[in-house]
C-alpha cells in the first residue's frame, strides 16, 4: 500500500524537551510539507522540501527543525524554544515537478501534548 | 488581509437538505484550487482540484465548482457521513506552497 505513515500518533513532551515527529512516504513524491494545526486556525505551513537535502521555513518555523536525508522521511522537531508545541502536525507530499500545481497526500497527524 | 476565506464557519443540515459551502480568494494568478475534507483527529482527505473558471467536478453527493474569485463546494442530500470538515486550499503565481482557509465544519443531522 502506498501512503504516508506518520509516528507516533500521540506523543507527550516535557519542558525543555526535544521531540521528533517522524514521516515516511512511499508514494515517490518529490516535495514534502510539514503543517501545524490548532483549533479555529487552520494549517500553518512550518517546513517544506522540495528535493533531498534542502528545505525552506513556511510561516511559523520558529522553534521548529528538519531534516531530508533522503526522498522518502521528512523529520520533524520541535526544539524547547518553541513555548507552545500542543497541537496537531499533519505531514504531507506530493509529486512536484516544478509548478506549485500538485495536489498535497496528507498523512494520519501526530498530536502532540506537554507534560 | 486573508488570502481564502471560507464560509459558513460551521454549517448544520438535517439530513437530505442540500446546501454550499463558499471559499472565496483574494490572490492573482490563481494555478489551482483544492478541496479535502478532514474528519476530526485524522489528515485531510483529498477531494477536487479545480484549475479554472468555469470548472466543475463531481465525486457522489459534492460537487465544486470554480469562479474568477470563489469556489462553491455543493452538497446535495447530505447524509450524516457526510459531517465532517472541508478545507479549501490554493496555488498561485510562482513557486509558493498552497494556502490553507481555515475550514468549514459541517454536521449533517439524522
Known amino acids: 500500500d502506498g501512503g504516508i505513515t506518520q509516528s507516533p500518533k500521540y506523543l507527550f513532551r516535557k519542558e525543555g524537551q526535544n521531540v521528533t515527529l517522524s514521516c515516511e512516504q512511499n508514494l515517490n513524491h518529490d516535495a514534502m510539507y510539514w503543517y501545524r494545526q490548532d483549533p479555529g486556525q487552520g494549517l500553518r505551513l512550518i517546513y517544506y522540501s522540495q528535493i533531498v537535502n534542502d528545505f525552506q521555513k513556511g510561516d511559523i518555523a520558529e522553534g521548529y527543525s528538519v531534516s531530508r536525508e533522503k526522498k522518502e522521511s521528512f523529520p520533524l522537531t520541535v526544539t524547547s524554544a518553541q513555548k507552545n508545541p500542543t497541537a496537531f502536525y499533519l505531514c504531507a507530499s506530493s509529486p512536484k515537478s516544478g509548478r506549485a500545481l500538485e495536489t498535497q497526500y496528507f498523512g494520519p497527524g501526530t498530536r502532540l501534548l506537554v507534560l | ?110
Open chain 2, 1 to 110: 488581509e486573508d488570502q481564502v476565506t471560507q464560509s459558513p464557519e460551521a454549517l448544520r443540515l438535517q439530513e437530505g437538505e442540500s446546501s454550499s459551502l463558499n471559499c472565496s480568494y483574494t490572490v492573482s494568478g490563481l494555478r489551482g484550487l483544492f478541496w479535502y475534507r478532514q474528519d476530526p483527529g485524522k489528515g485531510p482527505e483529498f477531494l477536487f482540484t479545480l484549475y479554472s473558471a468555469g470548472e466543475e467536478k463531481e465525486k457522489e453527493r459534492l460537487k465544486a465548482t470554480l469562479t474568477k474569485k470563489e469556489s462553491f463546494l455543493h452538497i446535495t442530500a447530505p447524509k450524516p457521513e457526510d459531517s465532517a470538515t472541508y478545507l479549501c486550499a490554493l496555488s498561485y503565481s510562482g513557486n509558493t506552497p498552497l494556502v490553507f482557509g481555515k475550514g468549514t465544519r459541517l454536521s449533517v443531522i439524522a
